[in-house]
C-alpha cells in the first residue's frame, strides 16, 4: 500500500442513475464536504442538481468532442482531477451511476493519486446495471449474467454462454475503433448480429434498455428480435439485454464425482458417531 | 469546506413537502379542499426558476409516492409551484430534452469507458487509424520477414 501522507485527497462517489432517487448519505456528504467537486454526469439537468450540493462543480463535459479521441478525453479528465489534489485540495468527483462501473476516469484518477502518496478511494453508487435488475425482473444470481462492453465482441474472440443472459454497453457506438464517434450505425449493428446470431436464433427476443435520469422519466424497455437489432434506434446511453437462448446442461460426470464425495463424508460422519 | 445556503434550501424543502402533501391529500380526499397554492414561497430571486424546478424534480425522484404519481397528482403539485407554463409542460408531458432545453442545457455525452483494454488502447491514443495501420505494417513485415 502506498504511503498517503500528501495533503490532497481524492474520493469518487457514485451520484446514481436517477435525479434525487439514488444517492447515499455517505455520497452526498463527501460532495459537500469537499474543496472541489468535478462532474462526470449523463444529463446536465442532473447537473445543475448537483450545483445545488456544493458551489465549486466543475463539468467534465468540457473535454468530449465528437472527432476527438476519447482516450485523450479521459486523460485529460484524470489531469484536470489531479491538479487539484496537487494543489493539496479535498477533490471529490462525482460520477453518474456507479463511478467504477464502465468508468475508465475514476478508477485511473485513484490510481495515480494512490500513487503519488495521496489518500483516495471510490464509494459505490447505484448503477444502470443495478437499475436494469429491478426494471427487468432479472436475478443475476439464477443462470447467470455476462457483461460486455458491445465492440469486444467484434475486436476479439470471446466466448459467450447462451444459457445465462448477456447485457451488452455501449451498443450505440459498437465497433467505433477510432474512439472518436459518438455513435455508429445500422450497419455496425449487422455486424454485431453477425457475432451473435453464432449462438442465438435471429428471431431470439432482446431488450433494449436505457434507466430513466428525470424522475418525470420511465425506464426504456423495448423488445425486439435480435435480427431487428440494426434498424432499431440505440443511441449511446442505451444497453442491449439478451435472455438465455438454451437451458443450463447438466454435469452428469461432476455430479457423480460430488455423489462420491457426499458418500464419502457421509461414511465419515458415521463413523465418527 | 462548502456550507451552502442550508437554512433556505431547508425552507424551500419544507414549503415543497407541505405543498406536495397537500397534493396527496387532495387526491386522498378526491376534492380541493386542501389548496395549498399559498403554502408554497420557493422562489428566490437568484436563479428563481432553476431553484424551483430543481428542487420539484428532486422532491419528486425522493418521494415514494410521488416518484411513480400520477399525471393528475403531479399536474396538481405542480399548479402551486410557481415555474414557467412551459416547464410544468415538459413536466407533465415527461419530455427530458424539452425540460433540458428550457434550463439551457444540451445533451451530454455519457461515454467514460474506451472499447479496448488500456494496453491495447495506448497505442490508439489521440490518432487510432494511424496506429492500426502501424500496427498492420509491422504484421506485413514480420510476415515478408518470416517467408
Known amino acids: 500500500m502506498e504511503a498517503t501522507s500528501a495533503a490532497g485527497s481524492l474520493v469518487c462517489v457514485g451520484l446514481g442513475m436517477t435525479l434525487g432517487s439514488h444517492l447515499g448519505p455517505l455520497a452526498r456528504s463527501h460532495i459537500e464536504q469537499a474543496d472541489v467537486v468535478f462532474a462526470g454526469l449523463s444529463d446536465g439537468i442532473v447537473e445543475l442538481w448537483l450545483q445545488r450540493m456544493h458551489r465549486d462543480v466543475r463539468s467534465l463535459q468540457v473535454y468530449y468532442h465528437e472527432g476527438k479521441s476519447r482516450m485523450q478525453t479521459y486523460r485529460q479528465m484524470v489531469e484536470a482531477i489531479l491538479a487539484e489534489v496537487r494543489a493539496g485540495k479535498k477533490v471529490c468527483g462525482v460520477f453518474y451511476g456507479h463511478p467504477g462501473v464502465f468508468a475508465w476516469a475514476p478508477h485511473k484518477a485513484i490510481e495515480v493519486a494512490r500513487s503519488e502518496g495521496y489518500a483516495a478511494h471510490m464509494e459505490p453508487g447505484i448503477s444502470a446495471e443495478d437499475c436494469l435488475y429491478a426494471d427487468l425482473g432479472i436475478d443475476p444470481g439464477r443462470v447467470g449474467c455476462q457483461h460486455y462492453e458491445a465492440s469486444q465482441l467484434l475486436f476479439y474472440r470471446r466466448r459467450i454462454d447462451p444459457t445465462a443472459y448477456l447485457v451488452l454497453w455501449q451498443v450505440g457506438l459498437v465497433g467505433d475503433q477510432s474512439l472518436a464517434r459518438f455513435s455508429t450505425g445500422p450497419a455496425y449493428r449487422q455486424l454485431l448480429v453477425e457475432v451473435l446470431s453464432g449462438d442465438y436464433p435471429l428471431d431470439h427476443e432482446v431488450i433494449v434498455y436505457r434507466a430513466p435520469t428525470l424522475p418525470i422519466q420511465s425506464a426504456r424497455i423495448e423488445r425486439l428480435p435480435l435480427g431487428g437489432l440494426p434498424q432499431a434506434e440505440v443511441d449511446m446511453a442505451d444497453t442491449v439485454v439478451v435472455p438465455p437462448a438454451r437451458a443450463l446442461l447438466v454435469d452428469r460426470e461432476m455430479r457423480a464425482k460430488l455423489d462420491l464425495l457426499d458418500e464419502a463424508a457421509s461414511r465419515a460422519a458415521c463413523d465418527a458417531g | ?147
Not at chain 2, 9 to 15: C, E, L, S
Not at chain 2, 19 to 39: C, F, I, N, P, Y
Not at chain 2, 47 to 75: C, K, M, N, P
Open chain 2, 1 to 147: 469546506m462548502h456550507r451552502g445556503c442550508k437554512a433556505s434550501k431547508a425552507q424551500r424543502k419544507i414549503a415543497l413537502r407541505r405543498l406536495l402533501d397537500g397534493a396527496s391529500m387532495w387526491t386522498r380526499h378526491g376534492g380541493a379542499e386542501h389548496g395549498v397554492g399559498s403554502q408554497l414561497s420557493i422562489v428566490e430571486a437568484r436563479g428563481h426558476q432553476v431553484l424551483d424546478v430543481i428542487d420539484f424534480l428532486e422532491t419528486l425522484g425522493q418521494d415514494a409516492q410521488l416518484r411513480y404519481a400520477s399525471r393528475d397528482e403531479v399536474g396538481f403539485a405542480l399548479a402551486g409551484a410557481e415555474m414557467e407554463p412551459a416547464l410544468q409542460v415538459a413536466i407533465l408531458s415527461k419530455n427530458g430534452l424539452e425540460l433540458q432545453a428550457l434550463l439551457g442545457q444540451r445533451p451530454f455525452c455519457c461515454l467514460i469507458n474506451p472499447a479496448k483494454p488500456e494496453e491495447e488502447q495506448e497505442e490508439c491514443d489521440g490518432n487510432c487509424k494511424e496506429g492500426e495501420e502501424k500496427k498492420r505494417d509491422e504484421e506485413r513485415r514480420e510476415k515478408r520477414d518470416g517467408d
